[in-house]
T-cell receptor, first 111, second 115 residues
Framework: GQQVMQIPQYQHVQEGEDFTTYCNSSTTLSNIQWYKQRPGGHPVFLIQLVKSGEVKKQKRLTFQFGEAKKNSSLHITATQTTDVGTYFCAVIRGGSEKLVFGKGTKLTVNP | GAGVSQSPSNKVTEKGKDVELRCDPISGHTALYWYRQSLGQGLEFLIYFQGNSAPDKSGLPSDRFSAERTGGSVSTLTIQRTQQEDSAVYLC?????????????FGPGTRLTVT
């Protein structure tokens, strides 16, 4: 089945440093979604990428979809303590409509 | 508008008992998903409902788990003869459905503890 590898599993940064998480697939993806889950909370949709090479920005967050549509990244510039949480990528499982989530990258930010 | 709601928010049960978890999706959302999340872990897909189609049950871990969705709206996840390894947060999500890739809106989850 279609799976995604998400790295790193954990990332600790000092406030103000940048952060990047990556999602990689061995097969071509139709699209990819990103979610954020705050500690003790539930996942919240951030964005969906569909086009090859697509880049989207949300304030300090930059999302990219690879040219081959096999990988994606989420980059946060100048992290803040409010960025703390786990970031998940999610892809459509081949042949169905259900999302398969990556294992997530847990971000901690030291003030 | 109202988001996805789940009840109860917390459930403590004894091993061997049955439990029912409820999910009220966003009105008009035809797709409904159940996930399980163990402490500090990712999201484990359990079951997916889309409109009147037969549900995708491929993620249910055993025959002790079942789910139904009545009237295309409210869904109930039932776990029979609970085991300690069933302890987790059970998350429900809904989406507009129909086309793959629709964003999912998650409920706050039910934290299940089996003692």
């Amino acid at each position: 089945g279609q799976q995604v590898m998400q790295i790193p599993q954990y990332q600790h940064v000092q406030e103000g440093e940048d952060f990047t998480t990556y999602c990689n697939s061995s097969t071509t993806l139709s699209n990819i979604q990103w979610y954020k889950q705050r500690p003790g909370g539930h996942p919240v949709f951030l964005i969906q990428l569909v086009k090859s090479g697509e880049v989207k920005k949300q304030k300090r967050l930059t999302f990219q979809f690879g040219e081959a549509k096999k990988n994606s990244s989420l980059h946060i510039t100048a992290t803040q303590t409010t960025d703390v949480g786990t970031y998940f990528c999610a892809v459509i499982r081949g042949g169905s409509e259900k999302l398969v989530f990556g294992k997530g990258t847990k971000l901690t930010v030291n003030p | 508008g109202a988001g996805v709601s789940q009840s109860p928010s917390n459930k403590v049960t004894e091993k061997g008992k049955d439990v029912e978890l409820r999910c009220d999706p966003i009105s008009g959302h035809t797709a409904l998903y159940w996930y399980r999340q163990s402490l500090g872990q990712g999201l484990e897909f359990l079951i997916y409902f889309q409109g009147n189609s037969a549900p995708d049950k491929s993620g249910l871990p055993s025959d002790r788990f079942s789910a139904e969705r009545t009237g295309g709206s409210v869904s109930t996840l039932t776990i029979q003869r609970t085991q300690q390894e069933d302890s987790a947060v059970y998350l429900c999500a809904s989406s507009l459905g129909g086309l793959a890739g629709r964003e999912q809106y998650f409920g706050p989850g039910t934290r299940l503890t089996v003692t």
